[in-house]
């Protein structure tokens, strides 16, 4: 495999919260048990800590911290004095502060850092969160009730369906397999297991979504530790996967000749690090609806154009198949807090890779992909990240 970088980047260890609706704590205080829960799993101490690097993408607009959120939720954790950066990018905002964070130990800078990925979207005032959601998008808003997101992801399954055949059964059987996963998971949101005949007979929130079918409001942070290969070296750290690509890249809204972001950032990761995508064991994507993962497994060049409905009929992308995919549950079970995303991917392959998912657990996964898309600037994501985990 190639390396276009200096220094190896290892995850020491991490840790996810339990994902949920939680209007009785703050952010500040789901943040401080995932990252002592992080620094004790990577077997480091805070006073090893060089750099923190802190996804959060609508902390202004929901709990009024605006400019020192990095400082303010590692304070109480007892880290501070460090640098500190606050990385906001939409449902990207965790991806794109572990793609800093890699760099800044890959090209020497340090040799420790903390990554967290910590959101609060509940409140008091629903309407904030959906506000907030809104704008994270270069279109004009969907009017009272509505959301853009919603709106874009109905129309593209219903695309797809027209192109390639796919039904709602199968947006369904997405769902289905997403929450038993989800059901093994104790840190997921929503842990029942539902049929397809439910997940049909949900709400229709726009055609042909329904409820089930589409990731809710959630809290939660994650929190990763990453090292260089001296510093695990000479600690006598153990245990850890390696970052061998991350690969960042934002939208084109009108020039999609070299297709979507998250196409662009996979091809990224695999030229830079060698990998093929038959080599990979396993994937965490950005489902925020369920259809959009079939759309990712593409992208990600798993299988051809509308060809992902037949790795879902082949019970291929499920826990014990070829290429299990969104193993933690993904975004629509594990739960969306959306700065948190990035960071408890990352942790959920590290996991797989290293023995530690438990029920979950893939056996002899080498190879695990994590990949992230956010906001919306025309017809593309407007940030794609992907990264590539082995051991």
């Known amino acids: 495999m190639t390396r276009r970088h200096p220094h190896r980047v290892l995850v020491a260890g991490g840790a996810v919260g339990v994902f949920g609706r939680h209007l009785d704590r703050s952010l500040a205080n789901i943040a401080e048990e995932t990252i002592v829960a992080a620094i004790a799993a990577a077997r480091v101490a805070r006073f090893d800590l060089a750099a ?39 449902c990207s905002s965790g991806a794109d502060a572990m793609h800093l964070a890699w760099s800044a130990i890959a090209y020497g800078q340090y040799d420790c850092v903390l990554v967290l990925g910590a959101e609060k979207l509940t409140h008091p005032d629903r309407t904030r969160a959906f506000s907030a959601l809104a704008s994270a998008t270069d279109h004009a808003p969907a009017g009272d009730g509505r959301s853009v997101f919603i709106d874009v992801n109905a129309g593209r399954a219903r695309q797809y369906m027209e192109q390639y055949g796919a039904k709602p059964e199968h947006f369904a059987k997405v769902a289905v397999k997403n929450r038993s996963h989800a059901a093994l998971n104790a840190r997921a949101a929503e842990r029942r297991p539902v049929t397809v005949d439910e997940v049909l007979a949900d709400r229709i929130v726009v055609e042909p979504l329904t409820r089930a079918m589409c990731g809710g409001i959630c809290d939660g942070a994650a929190c990763v530790i990453l090292v260089s290969e001296r510093f695990a070296a000479r600690r006598g ?155």
Do not use: W
């Open 237 to 391: 750290l153990s245990g850890s996967s390696e970052i061998l690509a991350s690969s960042v890249v934002s939208g084109r809204p009108s020039d999609s000749r070299e297709g979507s972001a998250t196409h662009r950032a996979a091809r990224g990761a695999y030229e830079a690090s060698g990998v093929d995508p038959r080599d990979i064991a396993l994937a965490e994507v950005h489902d925020p609806t369920s259809p959009q993962e079939l759309f990712d497994i593409e992208d990600l060049l798993f299988c051809g154009r509308g060809e992902a409905i037949r790795l879902l009929e082949d019970g291929d992308t499920k826990i014990g198949g070829r290429i299990p995919v969104n193993t933690s549950g993904g975004l629509t079970s594990r739960g969306h807090p959306v700065g948190a995303t990035g960071v408890a991917q990352i942790v959920e392959i590290h996991e797989q890779l290293t023995g530690r998912a438990g029920a979950r657990q893939i056996v002899g996964a080498r190879v695990g992909l994590a990949q992230m898309a956010g906001g919306l600037l025309g017809g593309d994501s407007a940030i794609a990240a992907v990264h590539l985990l082995s051991v």
């Open 52 to 90: 923190a690097f802190v996804g959060n993408a609508f902390g202004g607009a929901i709990i009024d911290q605006e400019s020192i959120l990095a400082q303010t939720l590692l304070a109480p954790a007892g880290i501070a004095g460090i640098p500190m950066r606050t990385i906001k990018n939409a």
